[in-house]
């Protein structure tokens, strides 16, 4: 389809940029009072995977805002179907990112907000409401991160670990590493680096950008699940590819490491 391309500013970016983290951050508010709420209705989409009322009306929010401020840009979501734009922008939206710990309690979830800009993601800003703590990003601007509790941000940066003995490696799901057939890779890898944990999701990537991990592994990725976090690893230090080594958000899975480590620490996954 043929659109006007939309040649953005520093200052529109900033301007988009501010705008998603307030959305982020009210988005996520939404999300809380189902959280912490007795009755969460929980339903299943066509390929099984959990939805729940907080989903659509965190993306319903977030669709409203962005289309009244800029009514030109395309909208992408995981919830309803995309609306496409005439500028070349396109804001990518995951309500909530991690479902599954979502639906237990478990405070690991994310409200996820991207603008790709003629197919380049070049915003991410991932609320984390549970935990009071957010990071965000956008090309040539840095990345932040809101520590949790935390009213002012401090630079995200990835952490200077240079070798994957002293790594710690994190994933989302190790049932999917081995339903991918890469099981073998997985725990050829947590042989090499110090140690594992399972914090997961938009989580686990974070943690990688704010230094606090060195490298995640997810065996299953959508674009809506990517495209925040490409942004945000790249602007503070790291990598965020593919199991190819594709700089990439529409993979189908992803790596994310401190940038020093990728490469060694991704040849597992290519042998």
């Known amino acids: 389809m043929w659109y006007r391309t939309f040649h953005m500013t520093l200052e529109e970016r900033k301007k988009r940029l501010q705008l998603a983290i307030e959305l982020a951050r009210k988005a996520g508010l939404l999300t809380l009072n189902h959280y912490h709420g007795d009755h969460l209705?929980?339903?299943?989409?066509?390929?099984?995977?959990?939805?729940?009322?907080?989903?659509?009306?965190?993306?319903?929010?977030?669709?409203?805002?962005?289309?009244?401020?800029?009514?030109?840009?395309g909208i992408l979501g995981e919830e309803e179907d995309e609306k496409?734009?005439?500028?070349?922008?396109?804001?990518?939206?995951?309500?909530?990112?991690?479902?599954?710990?979502?639906?237990?309690?478990v405070p690991q979830y994310g409200t996820m907000?991207?603008?790709?800009?003629?197919?380049?993601?070049?915003?991410?800003?991932?609320?984390?409401?549970?935990?009071?703590?957010?990071?965000?990003?956008?090309?040539?601007?840095?990345?932040?991160?809101?520590p949790p509790a935390r009213a002012t941000s401090v630079e995200a940066k990835v952490s200077s670990v240079s070798t994957l003995s002293e790594a710690v490696v994190l994933t989302t799901s190790v049932t999917g590493i081995e339903r991918v057939g890469q099981g073998e890779a997985w725990r050829s890898l947590l042989k090499a680096t110090?140690?594992?944990?399972?914090?997961?999701?938009?989580?686990?990537?974070?943690?990688?950008?704010?230094?606090?991990?060195?490298?995640?592994?997810?065996?299953?990725?959508?674009?809506?699940?990517?495209?925040?976090?490409?942004?945000?690893?790249e602007e503070a230090g790291g990598r965020f590819t593919d199991w190819g080594g594709v700089g990439t958000i529409d993979g189908g899975n992803a790596f994310s490491s401190n940038g020093v480590l990728h490469d060694e620490a991704l040849a597992f996954f290519r042998s």
């Open 41 to 73: 209705v929980v339903d299943r989409k066509s390929d099984d995977s959990p939805v729940t009322i907080a989903d659509r009306e965190a993306e319903a929010f977030l669709r409203r805002e962005l289309e009244k401020a800029f009514p030109e840009d």
């Open 84 to 105: 496409v734009g005439s500028n070349g922008n396109r804001w990518i939206l995951d309500p909530i990112d991690g479902t599954e710990s979502f639906i237990r309690r």
């Open 113 to 146: 907000i991207a603008l790709e800009v003629d197919g380049e993601s070049e915003i991410g800003v991932v609320s984390l409401p549970a935990l009071q703590e957010m990071v965000y990003a956008a090309k040539g601007l840095g990345a932040r991160w809101i």
């Open 194 to 233: 110090r140690e594992s944990r399972g914090w997961g999701d938009c989580y686990g990537h974070l943690l990688v950008a704010t230094g606090r991990a060195e490298i995640m592994v997810d065996p299953v990725m959508k674009i809506w699940d990517c495209a925040p976090l490409k942004p945000i690893l």
